[in-house]
């Protein structure tokens, strides 16, 4: 379990002014004991790096100057439901919803941080919600909640773990279909929550256990385009610009507008979350909310929603048609289903709201009038008696100064400007700032530097789309992001494993060039990627056999270290099991199931105990080896998980900007290799899972004579320590485990699986042409 390269090992931590060096141990494995008081490489901790992460350009780096490489898990899914949410009385009784024990009670924390620190995941997106803090009503916050999260927070150091709180939200609320705000705050715009479903208003049958069903799979995601989410988006931005008649009394009773009544409450509950977790070690930063969307705002037309960016399937309201529905008109709609090669198509009408119910309340803030009909976007004709669309493009320009609006510049950063002073009035000017743009959406190049507050990190979500929506995965995959951006139909195919991992590195990779394009250099974490455990119509539930999701998840997670960039899988979930998934919208991501983990009196919670591995599926594709810490400057890693080989390159930076070395530019590949902080330390720290090095020797090739290595399985941690600090110096290293892991998939392509037929294909071609050209001389 160790590598036989040299007969020393040092560690060298030059700001301790010590060095520690002793004999390597044997092969039969005896412990190191350099390694008594060295932190395990996946220790964000103060102890495991010197004090506290801080972010220099594109990196981390830790006390000592070496980049880290933070990656982790969401946690968790369950956290956008209440612990006593009850699908057949939903949307009953919403002020007593509570959150206490999400996402898992405060006794069962030991089990599940130890699980996730012997997998590597020790970055933690801890997601709340709005309606978490505040769901009985404005500015009535939930002690016992807030108090629960500062115990539960306060744990992360004892693990090496640190976290980053997210204020999660998906089509605005659970009340809209989705997760996030309270119900109150709909309520204050006039909806009724009762009839949101009839009038077409929203798609609630996710949030009440659906979702599963082929008919119902996928649905949720259109609830940005239906009326409760779309109205409650464009309020939250921009009331002011496009709702201005409607004003609330706020908890003072002072009657405000919407956007403030609003965003004022969305602060006042960040500030109370900030003060909570502020001053706890394991807390370095808060995100200002999840996947942002600007519901009606820059929307071209009345008639249409734009397909190439909004999702169609099912019966899909344009927004006039859903303005009508939601003043109690029966409307006609288009139903949308699956098709190929696009996505979806139009395939039928059909009626909605055939009773005629309102979704507006009378004694709501528009008196039971549509908001939209009351600031004159459209109007009811009694002659003709038929809807009437007035201002076809109210959404496009300020419709007081006809200035053209633009979400961004107008209205997302003046409110994350207030958000970011509010946060660090209460907590600290050393928290990061975690931000990202509207999915699906590269970073726009309006987020200049006037825009970006100080310790800012993008943290944009990437999944594959195609595998998303259909639910499926196989040798054939699609590169959807550019077939959207015009990519040539052709490129954006491919074929096998390796396709697979070319395809999804391709995709990755231009998020976070493309951002440092646009922001300069910015650490980029991708906050959400994740796969579909029920995915190929839950064939793995039945046989146990995951072949593809192991292969997808390799292959998502390939691209994103070919990117050497950190990220939070989307999810880890206590509570998930086969039938139920994660029992929200029918989704099922969370490669943890606790129905098939043991129970916890038989667990054993130390790194190497795989007693925590059960309950885990795919975990050959998820536990894999990362450069925790690198003394230099990342270059490239490789990991195959077939064989449990990987291959790492790094080079030794100029602590100063007129070195000769690589100036970098907007590039994965080609980072800035100049101007780093003061290196101090020449070890690098390797997170090597004990789940795929327990019985092997660890084989490091490419070191020089004076370089030494050590694994240590009790830390899961290879330790690197270079002698060369010289500025420039590359090393490149391969790992190799003796003896290799058994491969659990063919790592297949094209040209393998069909190079014979294409071949001799091409051969009887050839034969014909050169046959039909013999014949005309």
């Known amino acids: ?46 102890h495991g790096t010197g004090g506290k992460i801080r972010i220099h350009g594109r990196h981390f780096v830790d006390a000592y100057g070496r980049v880290c490489n933070l990656r982790g898990v969401n946690l968790s899914g369950n ?78 150091p004892e693990y090496g773990m640190v976290a980053f709180v997210c204020c999660h939200q998906d089509v605005w609320s659970r009340y809209a279909g989705g997760s996030g705000a309270p119900a109150w705050t709909m309520t204050s715009v006039g909806f009724d929550l009762h009839a949101l479903e009839e009038t077409g208003a929203a798609w609630l049958k996710g949030v009440k256990g659906g979702g ?97 960016t909004d999702l169609h399937l099912g019966p899909v309201p344009t927004p006039f048609q859903s303005f009508m529905l939601g003043a109690g008109h029966p409307t006609e709609v288009g139903v949308w289903t699956r098709s190929f090669p696009m996505p979806t198509r139009l395939t039928g009408k059909g009626v909605l709201n055939s009773a005629g119910k309102k979704v507006w309340r009378e004694d709501g803030p528009t008196q039971g009038q549509c908001l939209w009909e009351m600031h004159g976007v459209w109007g009811w004709d009694k002659n003709k008696n038929e809807g ?13 100064t006809n200035k053209k609006v633009d979400w961004y510049t107008d209205h997302y950063f003046p409110l994350l400007e207030r958000w970011v002073e509010r946060v660090r009035r209460v907590s600290s000017s050393e928290k990061f700032v975690f931000v990202e743009g509207i999915p699906n959406e590269f970073c726009p190049p309006t987020w200049t530097p006037k825009h970006q507050p100080s310790n800012m990190v993008y943290a944009p ?43 999804f590195s391709q995709q990755i990779s231009r998020i976070a060039n493309e951002t440092y394009g646009s922001l300069g250099e910015k650490p980029v ?31 998502m997670l390939s691209g994103l270290e070919r990117s050497l960039i950190g990220f939070t899988l989307w999810n880890y979930n206590p509570d998930n099991d086969d039938a139920g998934g994660d029992d929200w919208n029918g989704e099922n991501f969370s490669w943890f199931s606790q129905k098939r983990a043991l ?64 100036a970098g530019g907007p590039d994965t590949s080609t980072p800035p290799r100049t101007g780093h902080p003061e290196l101090t330390s ?58 290799r892991l058994r491969a659990v998939f063919e790592v297949n392509d094209l040209w393998g699986d069909f190079g014979a037929h294409i071949a001799t294909g091409g051969t009887l071609i050839f034969a014909m042409l050169v046959y039909l050209i013999s014949l005309f001389l």
């Not at 590598?3 to 044997?26: H, K, R, Y």
């Not at 975990?619 to 449990?644: H, Q």
């Not at 997170?687 to 327990?694: E, G, H, T």
């Not at 009790?714 to 110096?729: A, F, G, H, M, W």
């Open 388 to 400: 009437v669309v007035l201002r076809e493009s109210y959404f496009i320009k300020d419709p007081t």
């Open 79 to 156: 956290c956008k439901t209440p612990i006593n949410d009850d699908h057949s009385t939903f949307p009953a009784n919403p002020e007593a919803a509570t959150f206490v024990g999400r996402p898992f009670p405060l006794d069962k924390a030991h089990e599940h941080f130890s699980r996730l620190r012997r997998w590597g995941f020790t970055f933690i997106r801890f997601l709340i919600t709005w309606e978490s803090v505040e769901h009985a009503g404005p500015g009535i916050y939930d002690t016992e909640y807030l108090e629960y999260l500062h115990k539960l927070l306060s744990l992360l």
């Open 212 to 308: 599963h069903v082929e008919e119902e799979r996928g649905l949720w995601p259109c609830g940005y385009q239906k009326l409760a989410a779309a109205t409650m988006a464009t309020c939250f931005w921009a009331g002011d610009t496009f709702t201005p008649k409607v004003k609330v009394k706020n908890h003072a009773k002072e009657e405000v507008s919407i956007q403030t009544f609003l965003q004022n409450a969305f602060l006042d509950m960040w500030e109370l979350v900030a003060k909570t977790l502020g001053d706890l070690d394991g807390v370095i930063g808060f995100e200002i909310m999840n996947e942002p969307h600007r519901g009606y705002v820059d929307l071209p037309s009345m008639h249409a929603f734009d397909y190439n």
């Open 682 to 739: 020449s070890v690098t720290e390797i997170f090597l899972p004990s789940y795929i090095a327990q019985g092997s020797k660890v084989v490091v090739q490419g070191l020089g004579k004076s370089d030494t290595s050590f694994y240590d399985e009790s830390r899961q941690t290879l330790y690197i320590t270079v002698e060369d600090n010289t500025p420039s110096k590359v090393y490149d290293i391969s790992v190799v485990l003796s003896p």
């Open 525 to 555: 974490i991708i906050g959400e990627c994740g796969i579909p455990m029920d995915m190929n119509k839950g064939e793995a539930f039945k046989t146990d056999n995951w072949k593809w999701q192991l292969r997808m998840m390799d292959a």
């Open 461 to 503: 979500h990437w999944y594959d789309l195609n595998a998303l929506f259909q639910k499926g995965f196989g040798d054939f995959s699609v590169n959807v992001q550019g077939l959207s951006r015009g990519m040539f139909p052709l490129k954006a195919f491919y074929w096998g494993q390796r396709g697979a991992r070319e395809n």
């Open 1 to 46: 379990m160790v590598s036989p390269t040299t007969s020393e090992a040092s560690f060298i931590l030059v700001n301790d002014g010590e060095q520690t060096s002793t004999e390597q141990p044997s092969v039969s494995g005896q412990r190191n004991q350099a390694t008594k008081h060295h932190p395990f490489a996946h220790d964000w901790s103060s």
């Open 599 to 662: 129970v916890s009196s038989l667990l054993y919670h130390h790194q190497t105990a795989p007693t925590l591995d059960n309950g885990g599926r795919i975990l050959r594709s998820v536990v894999r080896p990362y450069a925790a810490k690198t003394a230099g400057i990342p270059l490239r890693f490789e990991y195959e998980v077939n064989t449990g080989d990987f291959s790492y390159s790094w080079m030794i930076p100029h602590d100063d900007k007129t070195g000769p070395g690589v």
